[in-house]
């Protein structure tokens, strides 16, 4: 049994790679200035597709290549993880925030709350995600605050649910009834006996969102429904991919790992930091 | 004659059954109190005993009015605690304790065992002495100092129970209900857990509810026994009494059933119909 | 003639190497119960799981042999292994309703093991059944049969399982603590019933308990367990007259007695628990793994 335990509290590979990867990428975002070898924006058709370095044609500073504008990919995908992260953490902070909390008090104090609560939810859940991205975004016009907000309303469900459940199983434990024995209200209770328990929950599921995040918001690009102008983001560069697959497929494919190897990272890194605190749970 | 701790007068309690439960709207209320009569004089041990279903860990739970009782008075003191609002019954709840069943639902896994103990201390205008009063409860349940830092997971069953004692004796309260303290744990550790008890409530002089299952335990630490079934009382009585002389069937027939470790060919043989 | 089942020198490991049985050596004699008592981690039911083959994988048994009725299993594949311990063998399970399937009826539940396992026809396990409900003294078996495992009492589903378990009349019954979850006037019925089974039967049963009170009443030969080690092993009535080892002394003046209040319930000595972990150290000491 407690072999156990310190076997799942060594630092797993999984942390340190997904963990690795996501500070790479945040630190390269943060200091793009300084780290872009290029302008993302400077057009220049007399390098138009250049192919990445270790093939024939590459021009030293163009690591990754160039798309059909001459634009210098590497330098696109540093500032476009800028709009990524943020992203990421807005709009998840967001819907964890109020998901979580709506979650906690419909699990906790049932009754009439909980059946609001899980009304909405089950409304809520109707719309395919997608679709209601769209729409929201439409409505609420293009640009960054709308997608954070069009995000973060379509996704609090996910943390609700998984959250009520949570707290739900922990009302009926004995510690919560001996808090109100030894004097505790309820928010109390709620606060210091339920709330830390589903705390390794609310991590994780935070982090799986925030890969949810980023690709919602790639996904916004593609259709041209996100930050509009001509900022990078990597939905829009995946975009302008898709067009010049066959003249240039690196400004496709970098892209797109880009996107996948960050998304992976935010959901395995989420599972590996839930397995590092849970053993306290048994 | 001294007043009794507890007066109980036709206490009954309702709580919705969930088995009955329709699809859409409330479930149904079952009775699982019907009306008890029974007094708990100040400084006893009684044991309540009953099998499943009996409605004993119910009673407890109204006695330390973790539950609403739907009808009946409970009298605690003199004072009529049966209707009284979470807000009232906040000052009375350092009188009224409760140890639980399985410590592993009544320990939170995320706090300290210190922490564990303080709660009650801290929520009852005892916050600036909680070193020294945490101190004290660990080194009454026998537990080494050392433990306050650990959690629930890094002690054995009996230390969680030991825990789970010290908590709710840290208030020095006047009545404790014990809901099957012992009954998830060894025998050789259950012998430990209920001689620390006994002990205990004879030095603090506490009143104790001892519910149990189990009439061997309940005939050494109780002096009185309430025997339940299906929600009513079947027999109460003086402890002695009730043992050399059962006066209800059914009282005779859950003694007959404890299978005592000595040897008794008889003991499964059907019952000779008279 | 030989054991019913006869345990030798079985030891079995976790993965980190430490010993969770001891070098167990049991044997059960055609239509004896033999009880296997010990505290949480005794190992006992591990020793129930080994027989009927069915341990967690991460429990490794490194020496020793298990023969039911003299076949060897350890000298058996794994299929003919199955096949013998299916046809000879049957288990009480501790807990009625995760034995049962709470999807399906009783009825079904109960026939299919006969009809699947021992190739049985389906009138033949009905019958069959039906007669076993009849000797577990169930008076409405048609409703029964028709059942969800949820509709029936805790007694009832125990009863159920019961019937299943003789039903295939197997030579030896294991019973996992089959009375713990039970209310004492149950388990009294229930025992009753194990006990009436087993003599007009004939079958051997290994009886798995943690209640010396129960050992007493049920088994003809007891074998004490601490930390996966037997400790003790005697006649019942032996046992309870005299028992020899001092941890035995110890449980038996822990059990609560209500006819002798102040007599029982005494914690066991610290020297008892010294003494056996001085005994379990040298047994480790001794003990080099065969061929691992």
Same mark, same amino acid.
């Given at each position: 049994?407690?072999?156990?335990?310190?076997?799942?509290?060594?630092?797993?590979?999984?942390?340190?790679?997904?963990?690795?990867?996501?500070?790479?990428?945040?630190?390269?975002?943060?200091?793009?200035?300084?780290?872009?070898?290029?302008?993302?924006?400077?057009?220049?058709?007399?390098?138009?597709?250049?192919?990445?370095?270790?093939?024939?044609?590459?021009?030293?500073?163009?690591?990754?290549?160039?798309?059909?504008?001459?634009?210098?990919?590497?330098?696109?995908?540093?500032?476009?993880?800028?709009?990524?992260?943020?992203?990421?953490?807005?709009?998840?902070?967001?819907?964890?925030?109020?998901?979580?909390?709506?979650?906690?008090?419909?699990?906790?104090?049932?009754?009439?709350?909980?059946?609001?609560? &899980?009304?909405?939810?089950?409304?809520?859940?109707?719309?395919?995600?997608?679709?209601?991205?769209?729409?929201?975004?439409? +409505?609420?016009?293009?640009?960054?605050?709308?997608?954070?907000?069009?995000?973060?309303?379509?996704?609090?469900?996910?943390?609700?649910?998984?959250?009520?459940?949570?707290?739900?199983?922990?009302?009926?434990?004995?510690?919560?009834?001996?808090?109100?024995?030894?004097?505790?209200?309820?928010?109390?209770?709620?606060?210091?006996?339920?709330?830390?328990?589903?705390?390794?929950?609310? +991590?994780?599921?935070? &982090?799986?969102?925030?890969?949810?995040?980023?690709?919602?918001?790639?996904?916004?690009?593609?259709?041209?429904?996100?930050?509009?102008?001509?900022?990078?983001?990597?939905? &829009?560069?995946?975009?302008?991919?898709?067009?010049?697959?066959?003249?240039?497929?690196?400004?496709?494919?970098?892209?797109?790992?880009?996107?996948?190897?960050? +998304?992976? &990272?935010?959901?395995?890194?989420?599972?590996?930091?839930?397995?590092?605190?849970?053993? +306290?749970?048994? | 004659?001294?007043?009794?701790?507890?007066?109980?007068?036709?206490? *009954?309690?309702?709580?919705?059954?969930?088995?009955?439960?329709?699809?859409?709207?409330?479930?149904?209320?079952?009775?699982?109190? *019907?009306?008890?009569?029974?007094?708990?004089?100040?400084?006893?041990?009684?044991?309540?005993?009953?099998?499943?279903?009996?409605? *004993?860990?119910?009673?407890?739970?109204?006695?330390?009015?973790?539950?609403?009782?739907?009808?009946?008075?409970?009298?605690?003191?003199?004072?009529?605690?049966?209707?009284?609002?979470?807000?009232?019954?906040?000052?009375?709840?350092?009188?009224?304790?409760?140890?639980?069943?399985?410590?592993?639902?009544?320990?939170? !896994?995320?706090?300290?065992?210190?922490?564990?103990?303080?709660?009650?201390?801290?929520?009852?205008?005892?916050?600036?002495?909680?070193?020294?009063?945490?101190?004290?409860?660990?080194?009454?349940?026998?537990?080494?100092?050392?433990?306050?830092?650990?959690?629930?997971?890094?002690?054995?069953?009996?230390?969680?129970?030991?825990?789970?004692?010290?908590?709710?004796?840290?208030?020095?309260? *006047?009545?404790?209900?014990?809901?099957?303290?012992?009954?998830?744990?060894?025998?050789?550790?259950?012998?430990?857990?209920?001689?620390?008890?006994?002990?205990?409530?004879?030095?603090?002089?506490?009143?104790?509810?001892?519910?149990?299952?189990?009439?061997?335990?309940?005939?050494?630490?109780?002096?009185?026994?309430?025997?339940?079934?299906?929600?009513?009382?079947?027999?109460?009585?003086?402890?002695?009494?009730?043992?050399?002389?059962?006066?209800?069937?059914?009282?005779?027939?859950?003694?007959?059933?404890?299978?005592? !470790?000595?040897?008794?060919?008889?003991?499964?043989?059907?019952?000779?119909?008279? | 003639?030989?054991?019913?089942?006869?345990? %030798?020198?079985?030891?079995?490991?976790?993965?980190?190497?430490? %010993?969770?049985? %001891?070098?167990?050596?049991?044997?059960?004699?055609?239509?004896?119960?033999?009880?296997?008592?010990?505290?949480?981690?005794?190992?006992?039911?591990?020793?129930?799981? $080994?027989?009927?083959?069915? #341990?967690?994988?991460?429990?490794?048994?490194?020496?020793?042999?298990?023969?039911?009725?003299?076949?060897?299993?350890?000298?058996?594949?794994?299929?003919?292994?199955?096949?013998?311990?299916?046809?000879?063998? $049957?288990?009480?399970?501790?807990?009625?309703?995760?034995?049962?399937?709470?999807?399906?009826?009783?009825? /079904?539940?109960?026939?299919?093991?006969?009809?699947?396992?021992?190739?049985?026809?389906?009138?033949?396990?009905?019958?069959?059944?039906?007669? #076993?409900?009849?000797?577990?003294?169930? %008076?409405? /078996?048609?409703?029964?049969?028709?059942?969800?495992?949820?509709? #029936?009492?805790?007694?009832?589903?125990?009863?159920?399982?019961?019937?299943?378990?003789?039903?295939?009349?197997?030579?030896?019954?294991?019973?996992?603590?089959?009375?713990?979850?039970?209310?004492?006037?149950?388990?009294?019925?229930?025992?009753?019933?194990?006990?009436?089974?087993?003599?007009?039967?004939?079958?051997?049963?290994?009886?798995?308990?943690?209640?010396?009170?129960?050992? $007493?009443?049920?088994?003809?030969?007891?074998?004490?367990?601490?930390?996966?080690?037997?400790?003790?092993?005697?006649?019942?009535?032996?046992?309870?007259?005299?028992?020899?080892?001092?941890?035995?002394?110890?449980?038996? $003046?822990?059990?609560?007695?209500?006819?002798?209040?102040?007599?029982?319930?005494? /914690?066991?000595?610290?020297?008892?628990?010294?003494?056996?972990?001085?005994?379990?150290?040298?047994?480790?000491?001794?003990?080099?793994?065969?061929?691992?």
């Amino acid at each position: 049994m407690d072999e156990a335990n310190v076997a799942r509290r060594g630092l797993s590979p999984r942390l340190w790679l997904a963990g690795g990867w996501l500070l790479l990428a945040l630190l390269a975002a943060i200091f793009a200035p300084l780290i872009a070898p290029q302008d993302p924006l400077a057009q220049d058709l007399m390098l138009e597709r250049l192919p990445p370095f270790w093939l024939d044609g590459a021009e030293p500073g163009y690591w990754l290549g160039t798309d059909s504008l001459g634009r210098d990919l590497l330098s696109r995908l540093i500032f476009g993880g800028r709009i990524a992260f943020i992203v990421a953490f807005a709009a998840a902070t967001s819907a964890c925030l109020l998901g979580s909390a709506l979650g906690l008090i419909a699990g906790y104090f049932g009754g009439w709350p909980d059946r609001i609560i &899980s009304r909405i939810v089950d409304v809520w859940m109707a719309f395919p995600p997608v679709l209601f991205a769209i729409l929201l975004v439409a +409505v609420l016009g293009t640009g960054l605050s709308s997608v954070i907000l069009a995000i973060a309303i379509i996704d609090w469900t996910r943390f609700c649910r998984v959250i009520r459940a949570e707290a739900m199983s922990q009302a009926r434990m004995d510690y919560v009834e001996s808090a109100r024995i030894a004097g505790y209200g309820r928010v109390g209770i709620m606060l210091r006996e339920v709330l830390p328990n589903v705390l390794p929950s609310v +991590v994780a599921l935070l &982090s799986l969102e925030m890969g949810i995040a980023v690709i919602v918001e790639a996904i916004l690009s593609f259709v041209n429904l996100s930050i509009s102008t001509d900022d990078p983001t990597w939905g &829009s560069i995946i975009a302008e991919g898709r067009l010049s697959i066959h003249q240039a497929w690196w400004v496709l494919v970098f892209p797109l790992i880009t996107l996948i190897l960050t +998304v992976l &990272s935010f959901t395995q890194f989420g599972e590996a930091l839930k397995a590092r605190f849970d053993p +306290v749970l048994r | 004659m001294a007043e009794p701790l507890f007066s109980v007068r036709g206490l *009954k309690v309702a709580l919705p059954d969930m088995t009955r439960k329709p699809l859409v709207g409330r479930a149904p209320l079952a009775e699982i109190l *019907k009306g008890l009569d029974f007094d708990l004089p100040k400084g006893s041990v009684t044991g309540i005993v009953g099998e499943s279903g009996s409605g *004993k860990s119910t009673l407890g739970r109204a006695l330390v009015r973790l539950l609403e009782p739907s009808a009946g008075s409970i009298g605690f003191e003199g004072r009529e605690i049966s209707r009284l609002s979470e807000t009232e019954l906040r000052p009375l709840r350092r009188d009224l304790q409760m140890i639980f069943q399985d410590p592993m639902s009544s320990l939170n !896994p995320r706090h300290t065992i210190f922490n564990i103990i303080a709660a009650p201390l801290r929520q009852n205008g005892l916050g600036d002495r909680l070193k020294e009063l945490v101190a004290e409860a660990l080194q009454r349940v026998g537990l080494p100092q050392n433990f306050a830092s650990r959690y629930r997971h890094e002690l054995s069953g009996g230390q969680r129970q030991r825990v789970g004692i010290a908590r709710a004796l840290a208030l020095s309260p *006047k009545f404790v209900v014990a809901d099957e303290i012992v009954s998830g744990l060894d025998v050789s550790t259950q012998a430990q857990i209920l001689t620390l008890l006994e002990k205990l409530a004879a030095e603090m002089g506490l009143t104790v509810a001892f519910i149990s299952h189990d009439l061997s335990v309940i005939r050494r630490l109780c002096q009185q026994v309430i025997v339940m079934r299906e929600g009513r009382i079947v027999e109460a009585s003086a402890t002695d009494a009730l043992f050399d002389n059962p006066k209800e069937t059914y009282t005779r027939d859950l003694l007959a059933a404890i299978p005592l !470790p000595e040897i008794d060919p008889d003991w499964l043989r059907p019952k000779a119909s008279a | 003639m030989s054991a019913c089942l006869d345990i %030798r020198g079985l030891s079995a490991v976790l993965p980190n190497g430490q %010993r969770v049985l %001891r070098s167990v050596s049991l044997s059960v004699q055609p239509g004896e119960v033999r009880a296997l008592v010990g505290e949480s981690g005794a190992g006992k039911t591990m020793i129930g799981k $080994a027989v009927l083959g069915v #341990l967690p994988k991460s429990v490794r048994i490194v020496e020793g042999e298990m023969l039911i009725e003299g076949e060897d299993l350890g000298r058996l594949d794994p299929k003919a292994r199955r096949t013998l311990i299916g046809a000879r063998t $049957a288990l009480i399970p501790q807990d009625p309703l995760t034995a049962l399937n709470p999807s399906r009826r009783i009825g /079904p539940q109960m026939t299919d093991r006969l009809v699947r396992i021992l190739g049985w026809s389906t009138e033949t396990a009905d019958q069959r059944i039906r007669q #076993l409900l009849d000797e577990v003294q169930i %008076r409405d /078996p048609e409703r029964v049969l028709k059942s969800y495992p949820h509709e #029936l009492s805790g007694g009832m589903r125990q009863r159920v399982l019961i019937a299943a378990a003789f039903a295939a009349e197997p030579r030896l019954i294991v019973a996992d603590e089959p009375t713990t979850a039970l209310d004492v006037t149950v388990q009294k019925q229930i025992l009753r019933l194990i006990a009436q089974l087993q003599r007009d039967h004939g079958t051997a049963i290994l009886f798995v308990t943690h209640d010396l009170g129960v050992v $007493a009443k049920i088994s003809q030969k007891v074998s004490v367990l601490y930390a996966g080690k037997v400790v003790e092993e005697a006649d019942s009535s032996a046992l309870f007259a005299n028992p020899q080892h001092p941890y035995t002394r110890a449980l038996m $003046a822990a059990t609560p007695r209500y006819t002798d209040p102040f007599a029982s319930l005494k /914690p066991v000595d610290e020297s008892v628990l010294a003494g056996l972990a001085a005994e379990i150290a040298a047994a480790d000491q001794a003990w080099r793994p065969g061929h691992g």
